[in-house]
C-alpha cells in the first residue's frame, strides 16, 4: 500500500510568506517518530517534497523504520511548486489575496471543477499522480511506500479520488493521510485519516 502523507507540525506561516524554510517544531518531531512507530510491515520506500519540513518528516520516519538514507527520494510534484501548480507566481496569489480567508483557498482546492490562474486541472492531475502510486505500489507484493507531501497536494488528490468532495472541516491536519491500498490490478481501496480517525471508500 502507499500513503499520501502530510508533513508533521511546523510553527505559523508569516503572512505575505509560503514558509518554504520552515522546519519541524520539536512536537512536529516527536509526532513524525510515533506515527513511524505505529506503521506496520516494512516500509520499501520514502518520497517527499523537497520543502525542509517533509524532508524531516521523511528522515525521521525513515530512520526510525531503519530505512536506508537511500531509499529517500525527493519529487516537485509533491511539492515546490507540487503536482497542482504549473505557475508558481499565479498559483500564489491565490493565497496571498486570501490571507485573511483561508477556508475560501481551501474551499476551492476541494470543491472548483476548473482550476485557478497558475493551478492544473485538479481531476486529471489527481488521476495522474494516482496512476504513479499505483505503478510503484506494484514494484513490491507488501509493506508501504510513503509519499511525504503537503495539505495544499494531499487535500485536493484525496477530494477528487473519495467518493464525493471533501468539506472545508475535513482538511488534513499534521499527518493527516490517504492511504490506497491495491485489491487487485484494477481496482483500490482507499482510507483516508484526517486527525486520528480514518474512513475506507473503495
Known amino acids: 500500500m502507499a500513503n ?14 509560503f514558509g518554504n524554510d520552515l522546519a519541524l517544531t520539536e512536537k512536529g518531531k516527536r509526532d513524525c517518530q510515533s506515527f513511524a512507530n505505529k506503521i506496520t510491515g516494512k516500509v520499501h520506500a520514502i518520497m517527499t517534497s523537497p520543502v525542509l519540513r517533509c524532508m524531516q518528516t521523511a528522515q ?21 511548486p507540487g503536482c497542482f501548480i504549473h505557475d508558481p507566481k499565479a498559483a500564489g496569489r491565490l493565497w496571498l489575496e486570501n490571507k485573511n ?10 470543491t472548483n471543477s476548473f482550476p485557478p490562474d497558475g493551478f492544473n486541472d485538479f481531476a486529471q492531475t489527481s488521476i495522474m499522480l494516482l496512476k504513479l502510486m ?10 508501504t511506500i510513503l509519499w511525504v507531501t503537503h495539505d495544499a497536494i494531499l487535500a485536493p488528490f484525496a477530494s477528487r479520488t473519495l467518493t464525493g468532495r471533501l468539506a472545508v472541516a475535513q482538511w488534513p491536519e499534521y499527518l493527516g493521510y490517504l492511504e490506497i491500498s491495491l485489491r487487485n490490478s484494477a481496482s483500490v481501496t482507499f482510507s483516508y485519516c484526517q486527525n486520528g480517525q480514518s474512513e475506507t471508500f473503495e
Open 4 to 17: 499520501l502523507l502530510r508533513h508533521g507540525e511546523r510553527p505559523q506561516i508569516p503572512k505575505g510568506s
Open 60 to 80: 525521521i520516519i525513515a530512520k526510525t523504520c531503519s530505512l536506508k538514507t537511500g531509499s529517500i527520494t525527493t519529487s516537485s510534484l509533491l511539492g515546490d
Open 101 to 110: 480567508t483561508p477556508d475560501r483557498v481551501k474551499e476551492i482546492l476541494l
Open 134 to 143: 499505483v505503478a510503484q505500489m506494484n514494484k513490491y507484493n507488501e509493506g
